[in-house]
């Protein structure tokens, strides 16, 4: 055997222990099959030479993959499948599935209500954690809509409205629907290719939201545009509320330990902390009342909190620093102050409120706070999360600002040094930095996010880019 065929070879038997899942459906008996079976089969259909690059395992190993809508009872289990005892109407379901993988020219098949032993913590952590790679490494998955005859029945299908249905649309690269009476809801072989009927490929981007390009394309996987993905799962639902945070594992490209009964909380704080190790900003960009955390208020409680968050057109590839401490989320910031005007809104509730900026006086920022007679005792600022460091004509380190930036608006209030605050105090070297007259001796609290607001877009008149002073660079823990 030569060094490039065993190298082949290797890579397929890594890939098929890894990358596919751990057991299938034989579509030629309907029994189950492991992955050492799966290598067997495959493995002599492996190329010696590999002389113009194109060979992928993913081509030899090819099986079918369902996505459905679960019945509230009734589906096949695991081991009614393994005792060939399984009946009703969700084996009648599989058996269609099956049928119709046959006519795919595949010679497996997966389910999620079967082909999973829940009954091992071990392997149903493994499945949960590895369920996008699958579906996107699947020749053909398969979407049975229930509640469907036509492609406009797909409006109000629940097939739509499921958590874990999301990764199911985005991760494969071919897919094929089918109606609730198992007839195909197209003439094209792939219903996600560009060339495929555009009726369907509307009605899904009207039945989720998803701009039909992230569709049809290959969608990327990864911690980034976390605002905007966040929304596409906005409006699911899940039977188990940790589900929330698990089914988005494999859209973000992140990993969890899978803890049924921590609460759907708890699995989606752990969520939104892996994610920010990208440094992602975007992950910042959501309104509303923070998640229940035990040291931050710059936590979302779900995916809901993005609805009303701001369309933010800001250059990518930024990145910005985020690190969870028993102080809170870490993050350096660039502060620029703002000036509280005299003629601020009063009463009770909620208010839009415009602030001026003191560095800049012809940007005006409206942040909404709560009414209060103490507005006055109150420092405010934009923490700006968009930015570099880079060296000056004069090799000194300075921040460089982008023309079309964004801010996490930020108040903090004076400390009586005479209290038993434990709070650690730092002063304000700004002149004019607040309302009213201004000691600059005076001691200050930590930075506050203002709650229930998200990040605030600001246009500097100076585009594209500007250099301000390293000074105004602060580490925030919120």
């Not at 002599?44 to 993913?58: A, D, E, H």
């Not at 940007?363 to 880079?390: M, P, T």
């Amino acid at each position: 055997m030569s060094d490039v065929a065993g190298r082949l070879l290797e890579e397929f038997d890594q890939y098929v222990m890894n990358h596919i899942p751990i057991r299938f459906i034989r579509l030629s008996d309907m029994s189950f099959v492991g992955r050492d079976d799966i290598r067997k089969h495959f493995r002599s259909f492996v190329p010696q030479t590999n002389l113009f690059g194109i060979y992928k395992p993913s081509r030899v190993v090819r099986y079918a993959i369902l996505s459905h809508r679960w019945l509230d009872s009734g589906e096949p289990t695991y081991e009614e499948m393994k005792t060939r005892k399984a009946t009703g109407p969700g084996y009648e379901k599989l058996k269609n599935f099956c049928e119709q993988a046959r006519k795919q020219n595949v010679e497996f098949a997966w389910s999620d209500t079967c082909c999973i032993d829940k009954g091992s913590s071990t392997e149903l952590d493994e499945s949960i954690r590895s369920m996008f790679r699958w579906y996107r490494n699947s020749a053909i998955c398969i979407v049975h809509l229930a509640k469907s005859t036509t492609i406009e029945d797909i409006l109000r299908d629940e097939w739509t409205e499921r958590g874990w249905t999301l990764q199911e649309l985005l991760a494969p690269f071919h897919i094929k629907f089918f109606n609730k009476h198992w007839m195909p809801m197209t003439n094209d072989s792939n219903d996600k290719q560009k060339e495929a009927t555009t009726e369907i490929l509307q009605t899904l981007e009207k039945a989720t939201g998803i701009p039909h390009n992230e569709i049809y394309w290959q969608f990327n996987p990864g911690p980034f545009k976390v605002d905007e993905r966040m929304v596409w799962a906005a409006r699911r639902k899940t039977t188990r509320v940790e589900d929330v945070a698990y089914s988005l594992m494999g859209i973000f490209d992140v990993s969890l330990q899978i803890a049924y009964g921590e609460g759907g909380d708890r699995a989606f704080c752990r969520l939104i902390e892996a994610i920010m190790q990208a440094g992602d900003p975007s992950v910042l960009n959501w309104k509303g009342i923070a998640a229940k955390h035990h040291t931050s208020d710059a936590i979302p409680r779900s995916p809901r909190s993005f609805l009303d968050r701001r369309e933010l057109k800001l250059a990518s590839g930024g990145r910005l620093e985020m690190t969870m401490t028993g102080l809170g989320l870490r993050m350096p910031l660039v502060i620029l102050p703002l000036n509280l005007p005299s003629a601020k809104a009063t009463g009770k509730g909620r208010a839009c409120i415009t602030f001026d900026c003191l560095l800049y006086p012809n940007i005006k920022i409206d942040i909404n706070v709560d009414n209060s007679s103490d507005h006055g005792q109150y420092r405010y600022a934009l923490g700006i999360i968009n930015y570099s460091l880079v060296k000056d004509g004069s090799l000194r380190e300075v921040v460089e600002m982008q023309g079309k930036s964004a801010g996490i608006p930020l108040k903090c209030r004076p400390i009586d040094l005479f209290s038993s605050s434990t709070s650690a105090p730092r002063t304000t070297g700004v002149v004019g930095f607040g309302f009213g007259f201004e000691n600059l001796d005076q001691k200050f609290g930590p930075w506050k996010k203002i709650l229930d607001e998200g990040l605030i877009e600001v246009n500097f008149p100076i585009t594209p880019r500007f250099y301000i002073g390293r000074k105004y660079l602060e580490i925030v823990y919120l």
